[in-house]
């Protein structure tokens, strides 16, 4: 089993910057890939980047290119996102999720969630 609790959230306006933490307990996690999921109010849960287990590779979505940096440490024990130039429409509760799934755009195939942590971003 694998836990992960998110960190990190809070209110900033627009250009500011914000780094995301997930921190993951169990055994198993260290194999899994980790991702980075959100939810605006009215909206659908929606990637927003994943990472291999080893860390070597990443994706992201388009609207986030060039600002968003998905990372995980050496001891892959936590994931992080670490956002800059955020825009209003960056609002949204951010989950962490991990998971053996390479469907990594969608989120029913990715097997554990955090609790989600709020980003508001005010213009």
């Known amino acids: 089993q694998v836990q992960l609790v998110e960190s990190g959230g809070g209110l900033v306006q627009a250009g500011g910057s914000l780094r995301l933490s997930c921190v993951a307990s169990g055994r198993t996690f260290s194999s899994l890939h980790g991702g980075w999921f959100r939810q605006a109010p009215g909206k659908e849960r929606e990637f927003v980047a994943a990472?291999?287990?080893?860390?070597?590779?990443?994706i992201y979505t388009e609207s986030v290119k060039g600002r968003f940096t998905i990372s995980r440490d050496s001891a892959k024990i936590t994931v992080s996102l670490s956002m800059n130039s955020l825009k209003p429409e960056d609002t949204a509760v951010y989950y962490c999720?991990?998971?053996?799934?390479?469907?990594?755009?969608?989120?029913?195939?990715?097997?554990?969630w955090g609790q989600g942590t709020q980003v508001s971003v005010s213009s």
């Open positions: 990472i291999t287990w080893s860390g070597g590779a990443t």
């Open positions: 999720a991990a998971g053996r799934t390479t469907n990594w755009r969608t989120s029913a195939r990715w097997d554990y």
